[in-house]
């Protein structure tokens, strides 16, 4: 991404807030989304894909120099059965989009990049 660390920070974090998420931010460059409820996540499991998921956790860390910053996301909580874990990965790569949809509108995003 191009820009200020501020301002990669400032987009980051305001597009996962206006997706329901939470952030705590454990230093400048390294924080924790958090969407819903672990509880209700444990106790009422996805059930066949009608049920969303309850709880969604994604760190992320963003790292670079002043020209081009990296955000890169991480799983947190891959999901415990085969159909949570197809519901986790759908909803990560979903929000893998609304970001890169986001930085690409501004003329912010380099490239996105999988591994």
């Known amino acids: 991404m191009k820009g ?9 974090r305001e597009c996962f807030e206006q997706n329901g998420f939470k952030i705590t ?7 924790r989304a958090q969407k819903g409820s672990e509880f209700m996540n444990q106790t009422f499991p996805r059930l066949f894909g009608k049920v969303k998921g309850w709880y ?4 992320f860390e963003i790292s670079g120099s002043a020209d081009s910053w990296n955000v890169r ?4 909580d891959p999901g ?36």
Do not use: P
């Not at 931010?25 to 924080?31: G, M, R, S, T, V």
């Not at 996301?73 to 947190?76: G, T, V």
């Not at 059965?81 to 197809?86: A, Q, R, S, V």
């Open 4 to 12: 200020s660390l501020d301002n990669v920070r400032d987009q980051v």
């Open 25 to 31: 931010w454990q230093n400048d460059l390294k924080a």
């Open 56 to 59: 969604y956790l994604v760190d």
């Open 73 to 76: 996301l991480i799983k947190a």
């Open 80 to 115: 415990h059965t085969w159909m949570d874990k197809k519901e986790v990965n759908r909803d990560f790569e979903r929000l893998v989009r609304i970001l890169a949809n986001k930085f690409g509108s501004q003329g912010l995003l380099i490239e996105v990049t999988k591994s």
